[in-house]
């Protein structure tokens, strides 16, 4: 289970729009967002690279941070 810390949600549409974002990439499942947390967490089923992660997350008009 891999876990990113993400900023600017504020509501549970911002965490359903992570969630879709996430679960969109190939080899992603199981994503789970904890909007109190700003934590989302998925599992891999294949190697995603962070940065394809991270990219998914700002299109969806937030930010992950480190």
């Known amino acids: 289970m891999k876990s990113i810390k ?19 990439l190939d080899g992603v499942k199981d994503v789970n967002v904890d909007l109190k947390s700003g934590v989302a967490t ?13 990219a998914a997350v700002k299109k969806a008009g937030y930010e992950v941070v480190e």
């Open 6 to 24: 993400i900023k600017g949600m504020s509501c549970q549409h911002c965490v359903m729009a992570v969630i879709k974002a996430l679960a969109a």
């Open 42 to 54: 998925y599992e891999e089923v294949k190697a995603v690279a962070l940065e394809v992660v991270a």
